[in-house]
């Protein structure tokens, strides 16, 4: 019988060189993501694929990619394939030691307009990311109208260590809102310098510790939050949040155009209340009108993330504090808010990638 | 003051003409009163000395000058274009 001879390790890196990443447009390979790659002298074959977010939306397509095309080669008799993800650190740090030293990517969920649903998207998200595997924090940047413990669930005032703050945690998630500081029904009367300050408080005296995504809720508006924020960090990327209607997209367009004079990438929009099925006839309802957010996105040339449904279980999870991608996995406000988690993480990536200009002073 | 850009080109800015340059409201003048820049013929050695660059965000650099003066957020499409001469 012809003994057929175990392949080479560079013959199966060859094989896995086809497998093309869609969104960082090139291949597995070249972008390190095969590591620990051993074959056995039995023909046995294993190696880490370790992805660049936890939440990647093709990761169960690379391993039965991986696998098959590795179990194809001659004289392989096994094929082992861990699936790992290490998010990678976002492009720049300009003073580590000060800003957000152990995160490694800053989303933030904007709108421009009022009442978009901002809050509910950015908490689920954050879930979202959470459930995938990714350590994720969540600041609350809204001063005025913080949401973000009641969505949660928290309400704990946060414990002071060695002069610094401690994240609230709640679903595994760290949080830190001004909600948590300040709690009660005082209102924050404050004028716009005051805002950037305690933004920056949030930042930088908050012990947020070794994150892979901090998902930053925005107030509406091109004011002082925003601004603070995109001179203070560097953001990885906004999300843009706006309803389907006309006069909430259009007010979503001023907000991304801010954020694209920052030189903020836009990960693309998202559209909340997109329809509602309506509980006794089961007919969908498009409330809103329908597509408002893709037409928008299309022509601004940014991604469309995904749509959301108008759900009662979503707004009534929300008021219990409990994010519906926990309470309620399988509905259809779940779902959407998962697969525009794996988006949002896909655009992340791809911007980890970025280059910006190296300043030299001699 | 050098600064390689994204797409391999390179720049490069003596302290005294960013100096010039400087998009600051007192530098530029506001709502019509001309600004400092524009009621000066010379600046003296110090005004001129690039002490310290700080980023802002990730569109723009803080510029302070060994005088003190520290105001001016120079964009990048600003620098840019102030680097007319970029090279390849």
Redesign the interface.
Known sequence: MPTVSVPSSQQVLDVLGHIQDPDLGRDVVTLGMIKELEVSPQGKVSFTFELTTPACPVRDRFKTQAQDLVGDLPGVTGVEVRMTANVRQSF?R??PSEILPGVKQTIAVASGKGGVGKSTVAVNLAAALRRSGAEVGLLDADIYGPSVPAMTGSRSVPEQVNGRLKPIEAHGLKLMSFGHIYPGDQATIYRGPMVGKAIEAMMVQVDWGRLDYLVIDLPPGTGDASLTL??????TGVAIVCTPQDVATDIAIKALQMFR????PALGLIENMSWYVCSECGHRHEIFGHGGAEAAAARLGVPFLGAIPLEDGIRADSDKGTPVVISRPDSAGAKAFEHIASQVAARTSIQSF????????? | ??????DGKQSTYTGEQLRWACPCAECRGEGGAPGRLARLHALSADELR?K????????A?QIAFDSGHATGIYT?PYLRGLGAAAKP
């Open positions: 720049m300009p003073k995109a001179q203070a960090v560097p953001l004079k920052l030189n903020v970025r280059q910006l200009p190296v300043i030299n002073v001699h | 003051m050098d600064i390689a850009w994204e690039i310290d660059v700080t980023l802002v965000g990730q569109y650099v990048f």
